[in-house]
Nanobody, 125 residues
Framework: QVQLVESGGGLVQAGGSLRLSCAASGRTFSRYYMGWFRQAPGKEREFVAAISWSGTSTYYADSVKGRFTISRDNAKNTVYLQMNSLKPEDTAIYYC??????????????????WGPGTQVTVSS
């Protein structure tokens, strides 16, 4: 059974940093893209970042480019999201996601089949 579990969320002041982790189990994810999405209250879940299986290609939403960094450790089946210069508008539940296919649209929510329960990130002004 595939399981994704996020950790590292919390409350931080604007300008601060957080590092999210996503531990995967039940399958080896080293051949697959991994992604981070977020959902703010009253809004749809949106793409944040994605990383290729090797880690050599990374993709970001324009709203986080230059502030967030996605990385992975395939030996640990773990994906990370380093978030710097946080803003109040980054407040959301952050979800880790994994696909069941190797070729996907990395930005498309529907192309991911496995989701973690999410971790809350709150940025105060």
């Amino acid at each position: 059974q595939v399981q994704l579990v996020e950790s590292g969320g919390g409350l931080v002041q604007a300008g601060g940093s957080l590092r999210l982790s996503c531990a995967a189990s039940g399958r080896t994810f080293s051949r697959y893209y991994m992604g981070w999405f977020r959902q703010a209250p009253g809004k749809e879940r949106e793409f944040v970042a994605a990383i290729s299986w090797s880690g050599t290609s990374t993709y970001y939403a324009d709203s986080v480019k230059g502030r967030f960094t996605i990385s992975r450790d395939n030996a640990k089946n773990t994906v990370y999201l380093q978030m710097n210069s946080l803003k109040p508008e980054d407040t959301a539940i952050y979800y880790c996601a994994a696909p069941s296919k190797i070729v996907i649209r990395y930005y498309a929510r529907d192309d991911y089949d496995y989701w973690g329960p999410g971790t809350q990130v709150t940025v105060s002004s």
